[in-house]
């Protein structure tokens, strides 16, 4: 599980600098993600329960995240970064940090102590 989450945070924080450099372009990105199911099936095993609770934990906290991602978007939607404005890109910028705080969030919540 927590490569599957490494995996999510690395693909959407790369995402999301391509999305604020070459704007729409940087989306071709995104593509990494599709790499995602043929990585796991070689990798992980079926989950346990705890996993399972875990996983939904993260998709939890990841929500929560999110819905603070999106107002810092708006907020800060007249803002230009290398000529592309913000607001311009809400939909590009949403999709890679809702792949970026839930690789972030996994990785918090499967964090060994």
């Not at 372009?25 to 995104?30: K, R």
């Not at 007249?78 to 999709?95: D, P, R």
Request: hydrophobic share 55%; charged share 10%.
């Amino acid at each position: 599980m927590i490569f599957r989450f490494l995996f999510e945070f690395l693909v959407g924080f790369i995402c999301l600098l391509s999305v604020l450099v070459f704007g729409i372009v940087g989306m071709t990105v995104l593509s990494l993600y599709a790499l995602l199911p043929l990585l796991i099936s070689k990798i992980t095993k079926k989950p346990d329960e705890r996993e399972t609770q875990l996983f939904y934990k993260a998709g939890n906290l990841s929500m929560g995240l999110m819905i603070l991602v999106i107002l810092l978007i708006y907020y800060f939607s007249g803002i230009k970064i290398n000529g592309h404005l913000i607001g311009n890109h809400w939909m590009e910028l949403s999709i890679s940090s809702a792949i970026f705080t839930h690789g972030l969030a996994g990785l918090i919540v499967f964090k060994k102590p």
